[in-house]
């Protein structure tokens, strides 16, 4: 059975910074990707970025790229989101996913199977 459980969310105020923390238990967490998506109040989920199997690809959404950055510590089961110069727009609860493959890249969200319970970030402007 799969578990992802995130933390670290919480209240910012804009321009401020938040690392995000996902432990995973079940099957061998280096066999597989991890992503993070995202969802504000009354928008679709959305892909947040994403770190492949062996940790040497990663993938950001445009809406992210040079703010946040995805690594993965496969020795504590972990993958993180640091998160800089957070927005008002970056307000959402954000999930942690594995992908449903293993050896994958984990840059197509549909490939992604399993899913964290979610942690709030809010970004005060």
């Known amino acids: 059975q799969v578990q992802l459980v995130e933390s670290g969310g919480g209240l910012v105020q804009a321009g401020g910074s938040l690392r995000l923390s996902c432990v995973a238990s079940g099957r061998p967490f280096r066999r597989y990707a991890m992503g993070w998506f995202r969802q504000a109040p009354g928008k679709e989920r959305e892909f947040v970025a994403a770190i492949a199997w062996s940790g040497g690809s990663t993938y950001y959404a445009d809406s992210v790229k040079g703010r946040f950055t995805v690594s993965r510590d496969n020795a504590k089961n972990t993958v993180y989101l640091q998160m800089i110069n957070l927005q008002p727009e970056d307000t959402a609860v954000y999930y942690c996913?594995?992908?449903?493959?293993?050896?994958?890249?984990?840059?197509?969200?549909?490939?992604?199977?399993?899913w964290g319970q979610g942690t709030q970030v809010t970004v005060s402007s």
């Open positions: 996913a594995r992908d449903g493959s293993e050896y994958g890249s984990g840059r197509y969200p549909v490939g992604y199977a399993y």
